[in-house]
């Protein structure tokens, strides 16, 4: 029998100790205050408006970007591919929107989230507390934006929300053009290998340069088939890089051939005993950011914009540098055509050939 609705209630927040009223299907409303009789006083003045109300869809001014989201998140944000980054465009998002209503949503309003969109920086070491906050890229409140925007509209199709405002995006930021070169590369492998508690490391910047697989990817790969990530199957050389039963999303994850090389390595690797292909004491790795950083400042990359995804970027400008079949590499790395041509092919030694013996072969010079 499925449980009945609790309707409105006080509940406080463990990490900031605020109290926050809670009413299903409408989202989480702060109060601002940690005191209860502060708090209870919102919830009878939360509950009086809210009884005003008339049923039916809500306008713009009457349902808060906090309440969109939640009914996103509820009743449609699991069914898609990716929910864990649904999930953390939300909780983004509702940190700033906040109680703001939908009708809140203009030009300027979204130029200002991405304007005060912040990330945790540095953290105190023994508490914990955030010492430092970081500007977010505008390619991830671009996403989040249009997390909002998806919520809008789902809420307008589920008949709760009438004529949603539009939210407009940041523009789409032009692609990165930073690569590794091979000496950049392996000083990076060197820097990670000599440190004691950083030789997975090396084991990640192996796979990323030899497969252009991303992060959160190379980190979930195993020996064995699982439900949990791919895998490599070293007596075939090769890669299969979503789990069993794990559904494709938009950033592709198509299975390929190893170069003989990384196979060697993995080979290696596996006798040993590992069970994950970036093994640390053992186990898997859930996050390499503290190495990474210290790697990075020891083969002298600091502030070069050098991050993990610029490994992936390394291994398809290096297949485009070698003359790689643009079609195959395309495939091979699960990026789109449009993207190889706008972003990579400049890099081919072939690129714009035709083109350029065309002109030359003009018959006079001018």
């Not at 009438?162 to 820097?191: G, M, Q, S, Y």
């Not at 559904?247 to 994850?253: I, P, S």
């Amino acid at each position: 029998m499925p449980q009945r609705a609790k309707g409105p209630r006080l509940y406080q927040r463990k990490d900031t100790g605020l109290w926050v009223i809670r009413d299903t299907g409408r989202g989480d409303r702060s109060t601002g205050t940690r005191d209860r009789r502060e708090a209870e006083r919102a919830l009878a003045l939360y509950l009086s408006d809210r009884d005003k109300r008339p049923g039916g869809p809500a306008q713009p001014g009457e349902m808060t970007v906090a309440e969109a989201l939640t009914l996103y998140g509820e009743g449609h944000a699991g069914e898609t591919k990716d929910p864990v980054r649904i999930g953390h465009a939300i909780a983004a998002l509702v940190r700033w929107w906040g109680e703001r209503p939908v009708s809140a949503i203009t030009k300027e309003t979204c130029r200002a989230y991405v304007r005060g969109r912040r990330k945790p920086g540095k953290r105190h070491p023994d508490t914990g507390e955030v010492l430092e906050w970081l500007p977010v890229a505008e390619g991830t409140t671009r996403r989040e934006l249009g997390t909002l925007a998806a919520a809008l509209n789902f809420c307008m199709g589920e008949g709760q929300l009438l004529n949603p405002p539009k939210v407009h995006l940041p523009a789409k930021p032009d692609p990165k053009d930073r690569w590794l070169t091979r000496e950049e590369a392996a000083a990076l492998i060197w820097a990670s290998w000599r440190n004691p508690d950083a030789k997975h490391l090396s084991r990640f910047i192996l796979v990323s340069l030899y497969t252009g697989t991303r992060k959160t990817a190379v980190l979930r790969l195993r020996y064995m088939p699982n439900t949990s990530g791919g895998w490599i199957d070293v007596d075939q050389g090769k890669l299969y890089r979503r789990g069993q039963g794990q559904a494709e999303t938009a950033k592709k994850q198509p299975p390929v051939r190893l170069p003989r090389q990384i196979v060697a390595h993995a080979g290696r690797w596996k006798k040993r005993g590992a069970r994950w292909v970036v093994d640390y004491e053992g186990h898997g790795v859930a996050s390499i950011k503290t190495a990474w950083a210290t790697a990075v400042e020891a083969a002298g990359l600091g502030e070069t914009g050098v991050t993990p995804h610029t490994l992936r970027h390394t291994a398809i400008t290096w297949a485009m540098q070698a003359g790689a079949d643009i079609w195959e590499t395309a495939g091979f790395f699960g990026v789109s055509i449009e993207t190889m041509m706008r972003t990579y092919a400049h890099h081919h030694p072939d690129h714009q050939q035709t083109t350029v013996r065309a002109l030359e072969a003009r018959g006079r010079k001018l």
